[in-house]
């Protein structure tokens, strides 16, 4: 599939081309809105937002950039807009608190052997962390995600966030301590 071709006949109005970038960016798009919401629900909300936007936006594309910087940047706006109305309506908890997850990750701490269930372990203990995650204020949360779970660059980040790239350094250094903190906390 030659992008800039399909993107140009959507541009002509020819929305039917939209079928092979939505077959494209499908599972990376709805991974993205999955790991800043972490709902189901709201993931599938925000990901169909993003596309009906596309869609109806797609005259404001630049080809200057990568069409998967300009879609996730969409998401992005969209996941900030619903973030701010959420977080309007209800108080923020900044700690995790449950007894159960913290004996856990402090076994898995304390023993250096590999245990029978450790694999279930590991998984466990990378829920902890995305849950922690979860729990970030959405200008942290968007650039661990982008960075840690759907692999982008600095720069990747910075275009799509619309920030220079030494803030995304901030804010992945303020984030990673936030993280190391909570995690403590936990343990």
Same mark, same amino acid.
């Given at each position: 599939?030659?992008?800039?071709?399909?993107?140009?006949?959507?541009?002509?109005?020819?929305?039917?081309?939209?079928?092979?970038?939505?077959?494209? %960016?499908?599972?990376?798009?709805? @991974?993205?809105?999955?790991? /800043?919401?972490?709902?189901?629900? #709201?993931?599938?909300? &925000?990901?169909?937002?993003?596309?009906?936007?596309?869609?109806?936006?797609?005259?404001?594309?630049?080809?200057?950039?990568?069409?998967?910087?300009?879609?996730?940047?969409?998401?992005?706006?969209?996941?900030?807009?619903? %973030?701010r109305r959420?977080?309007? @309506?209800?108080?923020?908890? /900044?700690?995790?608190?449950?007894? #159960?997850?913290?004996? &856990?990750?402090?076994?898995?701490?304390?023993?250096?052997?590999?245990?029978?269930?450790?694999?279930?372990?590991?998984?466990?203990f990378q829920?902890?962390?995305?849950?922690?995650?979860?729990?970030?204020?959405?200008?942290?949360?968007?650039?661990?995600?982008?960075?840690?779970?759907?692999?982008?660059?600095?720069?990747?980040?910075?275009?799509?966030?619309?920030?220079?790239?030494?803030?995304?350094?901030?804010?992945?250094?303020?984030?990673?301590?936030?993280?190391?903190?909570?995690?403590?906390?936990?343990?």
């Amino acid at each position: 599939m030659d992008e800039k071709l399909v993107i140009k006949q959507c541009l002509n109005g020819r929305n039917e081309y939209f079928e092979p970038l939505v077959s494209k %960016y499908e599972q990376p798009l709805y @991974r993205y809105c999955l790991h /800043l919401c972490n709902d189901r629900n #709201d993931a599938m909300d &925000l990901f169909q937002e993003t596309w009906l936007k596309a869609v109806s936006k797609i005259h404001r594309y630049d080809d200057n950039h990568l069409f998967k910087t300009w879609l996730f940047s969409i998401a992005t706006n969209e996941y900030r807009d619903r %973030y701010r109305r959420a977080m309007r @309506r209800r108080p923020y908890n /900044l700690f995790f608190s449950n007894a #159960d997850d913290k004996s &856990l990750v402090m076994n898995r701490m304390e023993s250096t052997e590999k245990q029978p269930d450790a694999t279930l372990e590991e998984k466990e203990f990378q829920s902890l962390v995305k849950a922690e995650v979860g729990r970030l204020k959405w200008d942290y949360r968007t650039v661990v995600v982008l960075h840690y779970f759907e692999e982008m660059g600095l720069r990747e980040i910075s275009t799509v966030l619309n920030i220079p790239v030494g803030t995304v350094k901030s804010r992945l250094y303020y984030a990673r301590g936030l993280l190391k903190t909570r995690m403590e906390m936990i343990l």
